[in-house]
C-alpha cells in the first residue's frame, strides 16, 4: 500500500539530504538481519526526524520504540550539549545491535536505552521532555 504518490516519494528521495554511510549501514543490516524491517523509520524519516530535532535542539527526548536505533540516532543528532535521549525498546533481544550503533556514532553517552514496557518505564524516569517521538505500539494508537 503506498500512501504517498510515487511523483512525490521520488522529488523527496531526490531532495533530501543523503543517508549518512552508519545509518546506511544500520538501514542495510536491519533489513538483512531482521524479522520486520519495515519498522525500521529509514531514510526520508530519519533525515525528518534529525531536522526536527536540530530545529527544536532538545535537552531531552523520549523516543518510544527504538528497534534497531536508527530514529534514536537521528534524533540525538540535534539534542543540545548538554542534552540526553532515553530510548524505551520492548525487545531486549535487540541490544547488541542498538550498542554497537548507538557506539559507532559517537552519540552513546547522549543516548540512554531502557529494556521494558514503556508504560512502567516512563513514570520513573521522572523528566520534562522537549520532544517526543512515538513509535512503538501502533495497534493502540
Known sequence: ?????????KY???????EPGLLAALNRETNTDFLFPRMLSGHLQ????SMISALVN????LEIGTFTGYSAICLAEGL????????IELND???PKITEYFKKSGLDQKIKIHFGDALEI???LNETFDLV?????????
Do not use: C, V, W
Not at 1 to 9: C, E, F, L, R, Y
Not at 12 to 18: G, H, I, N, Q, S
Not at 133 to 141: H, I, P, Q, T, V
Open 1 to 9: 500500500m503506498n500512501i504517498i504518490p510515487d511523483d512525490i516519494q
Open 12 to 18: 523527496a528521495e531526490k531532495y533530501t539530504t543523503k
Open 46 to 49: 530519519g533525515r525528518f526526524l
Open 58 to 61: 532538545p535537552r531531552r527526548i
Open 80 to 87: 543540545s550539549r548538554d542534552g540526553i535521549l532515553h530510548t
Open 93 to 95: 533481544e535487540n541490544e
Open 122 to 124: 516512563i513514570p520513573a
Open 133 to 141: 517521538f512515538l513509535d512503538a505500539d501502533k495497534e493502540n494508537y
